[in-house]
């Protein structure tokens, strides 16, 4: 592997204080027993206890390894050796690779081994797949019997009870629905434990969401009379997850394709990138990325590039979830994002979008000559008089982007409200 970038070591810092505070280790004085070699960087520096830190990176995965308490990843130590081995400031520790790199490495290599012997003794077993499929659908099928359960439970205590409930309760649930193979469904769980104290419409967010855990609910019990599509959008909502070898066989569509924008989130357990695109038949898609603690997420696309890349699309009703099958190159940079709707407009296509798919939660739209008005959380005025309140950007952030201006604005509809991704000042689309 190549020497890397000061800058790629920079976009893989989890935050700025972090970047910050692994900038004031990169000096000789804490690091003592660092080397490289063609997939590993290593050393240990010195703390505030007795005992430095080991530090290793995998810089092929990549992956990162530090005995400090840190929960992010990379962490400063981390941080702070790539960024000396990029400067090739890194002290070279001979050419033996350090005993605890060497052991990480091992293990990442045993655990590798394992994993491929598992997956190929499961494909090639056709009984041994048939059973695991009936085994998990007996595990589903329990777990959403005790949600049922537990929902009707709910309703009778009183929706006003659920408030007082300590995060704890929620938790619970959500650990029973792992258990129970139903990871997305917990995911929702967990998330209401805190929007319940968090949001002022907590009231009508939960009388909306447990209305649509029961309709999933009776939707999994006649799974078998359900549409391809529909039964697709169903295992989404309840997390169980397409094969991407399965996806990668089935047909690509070409490019160019445009970005419209992009949303990164972490919950502290998981990384998640949400990056939209439309291809050139208008196609609207949407790429996820995912990445565990100690991993990497995929390099974000800039909003307005155009992108010639394969792309193929996973089962499920419109946008579909999609993944790259082709390297990406990149074509250059688009002057807008296309003809866009108002408020109204684009409220009746996200009704259309959940007659067909009720589960989803999250609509891509891109509006039309809307202003950005002040206020708490600030909102998109259209022309017609319509307005939708933002979440996730500061309305005064937008308008010193826009000048209250009339623009175009790409964005996810959510529970009501407008996450802004994208907007086209000027000719250019840049990201508020």
Not at 129 to 153: C, E, V
Not at 227 to 251: C, H, I, K, M, Y
Not at 340 to 360: F, K, M, N
Request: glycine share 10%; hydrophobic share 45%.
């Amino acid at each position: 592997m190549g020497r890397w970038s000061e800058e790629k070591v920079i976009s893989a810092a989890p935050d700025p204080s972090s970047l910050a505070a692994a900038r004031k280790l990169t000096r000789p004085g804490p690091w003592s027993e660092t080397g490289s070699n063609d997939v590993l960087v290593w050393g240990k520096c010195q703390g505030s206890g007795q005992t430095p830190y080991q530090v290793s990176v995998d810089i092929a995965a990549p992956a990162y390894r530090c005995s400090c308490p840190s929960r992010k990843f990379p962490c400063k130590h981390a941080l702070a050796l790539l960024l000396l081995w990029a400067r090739e400031e890194l002290a070279d520790g001979g050419s033996e690779t350090a005993g605890f790199a060497e052991e990480w490495a091992a293990q990442r290599a045993d655990r590798a081994v394992a994993r491929e012997r598992r997956q190929s003794e499961q494909q090639t077993d056709p009984a041994a797949q048939a059973k695991r499929l009936a085994d998990r659908l007996a595990l589903m099928d329990a777990g959403i019997a005790d949600f049922a359960r537990w929902l009707t439970d709910l309703v009778r205590t009183g929706l006003a009870s659920a408030r007082n409930q300590p995060y704890s309760w929620w938790d619970g649930v959500a650990g029973r629905l792992v258990d129970a193979q139903l990871p997305g469904l917990a995911e929702q769980v967990r998330a209401m434990g805190s929007d319940v104290h968090a949001r002022a419409d907590w009231a009508d967010h939960l009388l909306l969401r447990s209305g649509r855990w029961w309709a999933m609910t009776k939707a999994w019990s006649i799974r078998d009379e359900l549409t391809p599509a529909e039964f697709a959008d169903l295992r989404v909502a309840v997390g169980w997850a397409t094969a991407s070898a399965e996806v990668q066989s089935s047909e690509a569509l070409p490019g160019p394709w445009l970005v419209l924008g992009a949303h990164r989130s972490d919950d502290g357990r998981l990384q998640q990138q949400r990056t939209w695109l439309r291809g050139p038949d208008g196609t609207v898609v949407l790429v996820l990325d995912f990445a565990a603690q100690g991993e990497v997420l995929a390099t974000p696309q800039l909003a307005g590039a155009l992108l010639d890349v394969a792309v193929a699309r996973y089962p499920g009703s419109a946008p579909q979830r999609a993944m790259f099958t082709s390297p990406i190159a990149p074509r250059g940079l688009a002057d807008g994002l296309g003809e866009g709707c108002s408020i109204a407009q684009a409220l009746d296509l996200e009704s259309a979008a959940v007659a067909l798919s009720p589960w989803r939660g999250r609509h891509p739209v891109l509006f039309a000559g809307v202003r950005v008005c002040p206020g708490e959380p600030g909102w998109l005025l259209d022309s017609a008089g319509d307005a939708l309140p933002l979440v996730g950007a500061p309305a005064d952030s937008l308008l010193a982007l826009t000048g209250s201006h009339p623009i175009h604005v790409f964005g996810e509809l959510e529970d009501g409200r407008v996450r802004p991704l994208s907007v086209v000042v000027d000719g250019a689309v840049v990201t508020p």
